[in-house]
């Protein structure tokens, strides 16, 4: 499969047709955004890391009975995907609380929880992906009872894998974002990217952040970080 035309620049990726109209290919940028898109910057190497990383991940949860998107990783910056229609709504799973939970909420950073945390924002780059509630979601039509109750136990069963995956390789898995996609089928899949961009890990030793955290909050050596985390997970 080859790429046609193009379709859509998001903050970190490029989507393409190819001649197959259920497939598109999704092309890594080296662009870094945080903070909705507020702070920006590019860094050479950062796409290729990010595909390697997420096409990876895709790989050993298909292995673990969890379906995706992904077909396959064709080069450096680019992988073939189904194409889906992407349910407008941002999975967030947590395991550790930080960052805006600590900042919503103003609960203590870096407390272990004692189940993971399931919450939701509706996906809107102008309305800065507000949090909502399942009510929200059932209410304006952006999924069914169903495709919630399925979007949940994907996202619960997900963190389980990586969370374990990951420990294994001296990496906590704190929390981390999901999309989900209706493929033409109509089945509800796995989408977008799982990368250090949309999970923060902590060294399991040092507690060394090595995610986009690093960039966020000016922490120095960010794609070194990313490196860090192909190093663990490729070895
Ligand atoms: P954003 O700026 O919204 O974060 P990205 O650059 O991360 O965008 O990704 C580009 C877009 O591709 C996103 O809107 C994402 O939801 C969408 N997308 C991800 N996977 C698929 C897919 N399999 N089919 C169609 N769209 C997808
Ligand atoms: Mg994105």
């Not at 800065?128 to 109750?149: K, N, Q, R, S, V």
């Not at 902590?202 to 794609?223: A, C, I, M, P, Y």
Request: contains cysteine; aromatic residues 10%; proline residues 3%.
């Amino acid at each position: 499969m080859t790429k046609k035309d193009f379709i859509y620049e998001g903050k970190a990726k490029r989507l393409y047709t190819t001649e197959d109209p259920n497939y598109v290919i999704v092309e890594y940028k080296d662009s870094f955004t945080a903070f909705n898109g507020q702070k920006k910057a590019t860094m050479s190497g950062k796409g290729v890391l990010n595909n390697k990383i997420s096409s990876k991940l895709f790989q050993m949860l298909a292995d673990n009975g969890v379906e995706s998107h992904f077909v396959e990783q064709v080069d450096d910056t680019n992988q073939i995907v189904k194409r889906v229609q992407i349910v407008p709504l941002e999975v967030i799973v947590r395991n550790i609380t930080t960052g805006s939970l600590c900042k919503r909420l103003g609960v203590e950073e870096g407390k272990v929880l004692p189940r993971p945390l399931f919450e939701m924002c509706y996906k809107d780059d102008e309305l800065g992906d507000p949090f909502i509630i399942e009510d929200h979601a059932l209410l304006f039509g952006w999924a069914t009872e169903e495709e919630l109750d399925k979007i949940k136990s994907i996202s619960l069963r997900v963190n389980e894998i990586l969370k374990d995956y990951f420990a294994k390789k001296g990496v906590v898995l704190v929390d981390f974002k999901l999309e989900f996609g209706k493929d033409m089928q109509g089945n509800l899949i796995l989408a977008d990217e799982i990368s250090p961009d949309t999970c923060r890990f902590w060294d399991s030793s040092t507690g060394d952040h090595l995610d986009k955290d690093r960039f966020r909050k000016d922490l120095g050596d960010v794609l070194g970080a990313y490196e860090e985390i192909w190093k663990r997970i490729s070895a």
